[in-house]
């Protein structure tokens, strides 16, 4: 039921007694405030983490064949392992669902000119499932696809970089580059968020590759993304049974570790998450901190105001208040107070961590924010903190002979 | 009105304990105006607040309006408090944040009488103690007598049977006393039955019955002369 009448005592005292209400406000505000700001600059520097490991798909294995280093049955150390496209079939083969996206690759470098202008990048002779490894987007026209593969088809898609150097304001699309003396259309512009380096960078079909270079079927390395499902142990060993099986298919001892280098990204991951795992519990250490400081501090104002309403309690007792007034009326106060101020403290914190957001990226803290859903749990759990902090010493109070009550000065 | 029968009451100090009330009998019937007087620390206050329901007896009877006192809940006692008794304390105990006629208007409040109401009926009894005009004024800017002005119209509000008063001019001058105790008698001429602590013999002949208390028992229970104070106002 609305009490008007109740409300309009609550309202008064808080009012007609404001250095209290500011006080006790000012410090559930100010817990607030300390725990989203905190809590947003901890997910700052998590983001920038993140961030650090570039936009690569992130469940990417590389596979490099090397020289051997030890004698394997009955074969000599310093062998050079060469994978050939049947490679990729076997692993497609071996781990068919395991693998999400595949590419075999032939890396170059090659001299590349258009009219007037020359430049050196790196040529990368790769499959179109590439695309998703890299996380490439096609800016203008299109990247490599299977019928390009079919037929050996002369075609680069070029970075943006490479576009901007040697097309200079031209469109690139459908005009011939030069490639160390071997003339291909540009059927397509890329672009990489992960920055300048990787868009001076050249893609060619592989097939196209194999046969300029050698017409052979030799692949300089595999470059897949395992299936995302898997977790990062999943990933792990699946890492080591690729590994396993092709050191077996190469004829290479197990212990050998260059002849098949095996780069598995779910390394790094697994220490992501080891890193990111540590910094939520940090975040969870501050945030609690801080609520529990906030708590301390509500209950002690809570006894203070309890304290010094002590003869006002009386008094109203003297007049006839029940206990269970005397109690509602401390109780709602208190929560009214919790509420507001704990409103505003997360009001003001997300409003810094808006405004000073941006300016804090050279701290390596990115995107600083909490969700509402946090900041509002954290508010609640003020309110009933200072709930229970006022409840105890207020029933405490209206439990007191009204005489003890105003005795006290 | 009331009626008490062997009252005890002992205070806690330390180990051992004070006995304060060594057995008080004592009658009041409706009308009277009673003065209780006795040297300071004699247990004047303790036998006022144990009658006013604040504080709670150790031992013995005491029956108010016909009801046995005893072992109330709190929330029983609120409303008895509330229905029976107006309190005027020696120190006002006015709340310093509310005006002065919502300090009068409160035990209204806790009748549970709607605000328009008990704002008119809080004003009725500012006007008869002569504070209209000073019905929204703060208790620190009133004076002493203005002050015990507004408590008792708040006293009155509740239009209780038993008006309490422990020393209600021992904060005020004499001059200001007197005032307050013409006001008083004229509501004790109306018919409200009035108990008065006072260790002043002047204030104590104004009522109409002296108790005389001394180590804890009424040594002297006698009917005076009552001395108006209006002809020293
Ligand atoms: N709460 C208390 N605890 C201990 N002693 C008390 C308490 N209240 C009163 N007393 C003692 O009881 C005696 C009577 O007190 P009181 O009734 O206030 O006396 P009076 O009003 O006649 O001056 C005094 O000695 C006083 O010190
Ligand atoms: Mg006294």
Redesign the pocket.
């Known amino acids: 039921m609305f009490d008007l009448d109740l409300w309009r005592e609550i309202f008064q005292s808080i009012n007609k007694n404001r250095t209290r209400s500011l006080l006790s406000g000012f410090t559930v505000a100010f817990a607030i405030l300390l725990f989203a700001i905190l809590f947003g600059i901890a997910n700052g520097l998590k983001n920038t983490f993140k961030e650090a490991f570039g936009t690569d798909a992130n469940n990417s294995i590389i596979v490099y064949p090397g020289r051997t280093t030890k004698a394997n049955n009955g074969l000599q150390a310093g062998r050079q392992i060469q994978f050939k496209n049947e490679d990729e079939q076997f692993v497609l083969d071996e781990f068919g669902e395991k693998v999400q996206y595949i590419t075999s690759k032939v890396n170059r470098s090659v001299t590349a000119s258009f009219k007037g202008e020359k430049n050196n990048y790196e040529l990368r002779a790769v499959q179109p499932d590439y695309m998703f490894i890299e996380n490439n987007k096609v800016s203008d026209g299109r990247y490599i696809n299977q019928n390009d593969l079919d037929n050996r088809t002369k075609v680069a898609i070029i970075g943006r970089i490479v576009n901007d150097d040697l097309f200079l304001k031209e469109s690139a699309i459908g005009k011939y580059i030069n490639l160390s003396g071997i003339p291909y259309k540009v059927v397509g512009v890329f672009t990489d968020d992960e920055g300048d380096n990787e868009e001076r960078v050249i893609y060619i079909p592989i097939t196209t590759a194999q046969f300029v270079y050698g017409n052979n079927d030799y692949i300089d390395l595999l470059h897949l993304t395992y299936n995302p499902d898997m977790n990062v142990d999943e990933a792990l060993s699946f890492g080591s049974l690729l590994t396993k099986k092709l050191k077996d298919r190469f004829s290479v001892a197990n212990s050998d570790q260059r002849a098949i280098r095996v780069q598995n990204m779910a390394q790094g991951m697994k220490q992501v998450d080891i890193m990111t795992f540590s910094l939520t519990v940090i975040i969870l250490v501050i945030g609690l901190g801080t609520l529990i400081a906030g708590i301390v501090g509500i209950s002690n104002i809570m006894i203070f105001i309890v304290k010094e309403r002590t003869k006002e309690i009386g008094i109203r007792k003297a007049l006839g208040a029940s206990p269970k007034s005397i109690v509602s009326i401390i109780l709602i106060e208190s929560v009214l107070i919790t509420t507001i101020a704990g409103y505003v403290g997360l009001l003001v914190g997300v409003g810094v961590l808006e405004i000073a957001g941006p300016s804090l990226e050279t701290y390596f803290i990115k995107d600083p924010g909490v969700s509402n859903s946090l900041v509002f749990g954290a508010t609640f759990t003020l309110i009933i903190a200072g709930a229970i902090a006022g409840y105890l010493p207020a029933k405490k109070a209206s439990q007191i002979k009204p005489?003890?009550a105003l005795?006290n000065d | 009105m009331l009626k008490i029968n062997q009252l005890h009451k002992s205070?806690?100090?330390g180990d051992s304990s004070?006995h304060?009330l060594k057995g008080i009998d004592l009658t009041v019937d409706e009308g009277e105006m009673v003065a209780i007087m006795?040297?300071?620390?004699?247990?004047?206050?303790?036998?006022?607040?144990i009658i006013g329901m604040l504080d709670e007896a150790d031992e013995g009877e005491y029956i108010l309006d016909g009801l046995p006192i005893k072992n109330l809940t709190e929330k029983k006692a609120a409303v008895y408090r509330n229905k029976f008794l107006g309190f005027i304390f020696q120190s006002f105990n006015l709340i310093n944040y509310k005006t002065a006629l919502e300090n009068v208007a409160l035990p209204l409040y806790y009748q549970g009488m709607k605000r328009k109401e008990r704002l008119e009926k809080a004003l009725f009894h500012l006007e008869k103690v002569g504070l209209a005009n000073w019905s929204h004024h703060l208790p620190k800017e009133l004076s002493g007598g203005q002050k015990q002005r507004v408590a008792i119209a708040r006293a009155l509000a509740a239009n209780p049977k038993l008006l309490l008063a422990?020393?209600p001019t021992g904060a005020l001058d004499t001059k200001t006393s007197y005032d307050i105790m013409a006001f008083i008698q004229q509501l004790n001429d109306e018919g409200k039955t009035i108990l008065m602590?006072t260790?002043e013999e002047d204030i104590a002949n104004m009522c109409k019955r002296i108790v005389r208390?001394r180590d804890g028992v009424i040594m002297e229970d006698k009917k005076v002369e009552q001395v108006r104070a209006e002809q020293y106002v």
Do not use: A, M
């Not at chain 2, 006795?38 to 607040?49: E, F, P, Q, Y």
């Open positions: 005489i003890v005795r | 205070y806690p100090i004070l304060v006795g040297s300071s620390g004699s247990g004047k206050s303790t036998l006022l607040n422990d020393e602590v260790h208390l």
